[in-house]
């Protein structure tokens, strides 16, 4: 046992585990990680309570937690979770893309559930702690990376619903991954769903909080049925406006060359506002593509793919950073986008930000935040 990194008053303990996998073992591993399968050695944890504010920080042995079977969040669902990824750049270094935009959004999720803020620094302090043990789980070969996950949940016991835990658990796991679909940067079919509705003006959309992600599994698993790799989710209210597809934010691309604009679904309450999303509002119009938030409906989207006035349609998010969408299906049939091949637009959007991420391109904008080992 020794200390680490100490951020916000607090000293990471750090508690190595005993059955660490040997070099041989993790590049074994690491040849073909798939996608949050498999885990790193250690996980970070802290506590918190309403009379002592966050405590007992610390890196441990990756293993099972273990809770009371009246732990309030196996019950109210109080929890919430980011999702980001670090890199191993040319010079070995490692890195993260934008994770104090995480770190933001991970607070904001939390003052939705009622839950409390994590002080920025100790959120990055989780992550140098990990790294600092676990660095040498970031994969070396193209497209993959340590996806980083972080997580909150309400730790008190008792089957009382009156007010939210006096009591959480904050944990940072990592799993080495490769790409999130199957294929590498291969065009998906999605799936227009009518049925079922993902968030409501006031409700959680905006959040990072798994009932989101449970509410999604009977749309998703409809999707399957259809032969689709993704659902994509309408308006609560008239389901016909376009908000996201499962996880991640959507883009329209309409025209080409020197005329292509883009179009992203406006932030409403109701989706996710994602990283990826606002890195590229950001980015393309550096690159001289025009984009806007606006609104689109599922007629205006099957119009303008018909007429060929629309050309791309691209979903982004920290998991699949942007992944090509060639078909829609729904009950009224389908359609396709394009000539159903990755657009051009949609090819050069995600080399710069795959550059960025993995520290190819230069990063003018301060995105990059790299961790000593």
């Not at 250690?42 to 920080?57: C, F, L, N, P, Q």
């Not at 992203?264 to 938030?293: F, H, M, N, Q």
């Amino acid at each position: 046992m020794s200390n680490g990194t100490t951020t916000s008053g607090l000293t990471f303990d750090i508690r190595l585990s005993p059955r660490r996998r040997t070099p041989q073992e993790r590049e074994a591993i690491l040849e073909n990680p798939g996608f949050g399968r498999v885990f790193t050695d250690h996980m970070v944890t802290i506590r918190y309570s309403t009379e002592k504010g966050w405590y007992d920080a610390r890196l441990e042995p990756y293993g099972p937690l273990s809770l009371d079977p009246a732990t309030s969040v196996l019950h109210y669902a109080q929890e919430i979770f980011e999702g980001l990824k670090a890199y191993r750049h040319p010079d070995g270094t490692l890195a993260c893309f934008r994770p104090e935009a995480n770190a933001a959004r991970f607070n904001r999720s939390a003052a939705r559930m009622a839950m409390p803020d994590l002080p920025e620094d100790l959120f990055l302090g989780a992550i140098e702690t990990l790294l600092a043990h676990d660095g040498d789980w970031v994969p070396t070969r193209a497209d993959t990376s340590l996806y980083l996950r972080p997580f909150m949940i309400s730790t008190d016991v008792g089957l009382g619903v009156n007010n939210p835990s006096g009591t959480y658990l904050f944990v940072l796991i990592a799993s080495p991954s490769g790409a999130y679909f199957s294929g590498g940067v291969k065009p998906v079919t999605v799936w227009l769903c009518e049925d079922y509705t993902r968030a409501a003006r006031g409700g959680t959309g905006a959040a990072k909080f798994g009932g989101n992600y449970a509410a999604s599994f009977l749309a998703q698993s409809q999707a399957v049925e259809q032969g689709c790799d993704q659902v994509v989710w309408l308006d609560a209210v008239e389901h016909r406006w376009v908000e996201e597809m499962g996880g991640m934010n959507l883009f329209f691309v309409f025209g080409s060359g020197e005329n292509a604009r883009l179009l992203t679904p406006e932030l409403t309450g109701t989706l996710l506002p994602g990283i990826t999303r606002d890195s590229l509002l950001k980015l393309a119009p550096e690159l001289g593509l025009p984009v806007e938030e606006g609104r689109i409906s599922t007629d205006q989207w099957r119009e303008a793919a018909t007429s060929g006035e629309l050309t791309e349609v691209f979903a982004c998010g920290t998991a699949a950073v942007i992944t090509p969408v060639s078909h829609v299906k729904s009950g009224e049939g389908q359609f396709r986008i394009g000539d159903g091949t990755p657009g051009p637009i949609t090819m050069r959007l995600r080399e710069e930000l795959v550059g960025l991420q993995y520290g190819t391109r230069p990063d003018n904008h301060g995105w990059v935040r790299r961790f000593d080992r």
